[in-house]
């Protein structure tokens, strides 16, 4: 089937090249579609990239409002729904966010460190609020030791 486009594709140049006797004149012409198409192309691109310029503008106004509203709620709303678990800190004061977790052995880690309860639970809905997504794929140093020694 490729033969056939090939053999017909090299059948419509030679009749264009006897539309256009001056072979020059054909060869302008198929340049100037070309750079009319990349004209074409690049105008869709600026489109396109404008409109991204205009919502990337307008996240920070829409991150602001988020942000006001989370510092404003209460502390049993902010309680309700949080991605991120909350925790009193087992050896002091104060409270802890866990921010991620070992693929291997669900361990906790990034745990970050608060002196409120309400300081904590801001920091857990903050996170939320900006879309944070804690890494997936990273182990604890003991979990990937007793991998390694499992597979060994």
């Known amino acids: 089937m490729k033969m056939y486009f090939n053999w017909l594709r090299r059948w419509a140049q030679t009749r264009k090249e006897w539309l256009f006797p001056d072979g020059e004149t054909y060869g302008l012409q198929e340049a100037l579609e070309k750079k009319q198409r990349d004209i074409r192309y690049l105008e869709?691109?600026?489109?396109?990239?404008?409109?991204?310029?205009?919502?990337?503008?307008?996240?920070?106004?829409e991150l602001r409002d988020t942000i006001a509203a989370i510092l404003n709620e209460p502390d049993d709303a902010l309680r309700s729904p949080v991605r991120f678990h909350v925790r009193k800190a087992e050896p002091g004061p104060g409270w802890e966010v866990v921010t991620g977790y070992c693929c291997l052995g669900g361990c906790d880690m990034n745990v970050c460190d608060f002196l409120s309860e309400r300081d904590a639970l801001l920091f857990a809905r903050l996170l939320k609020a900006v879309g944070y997504r804690p890494p997936h794929n990273i182990a604890c140093p003991a979990c990937y030791e007793e991998h390694i020694k499992d597979c060994i």
């Not at 600026?46 to 920070?60: F, H, N, R, S």
């Open 44 to 61: 869709f691109q600026l489109a396109k990239t404008q409109a991204d310029k205009y919502e990337l503008e307008q996240k920070p106004l």
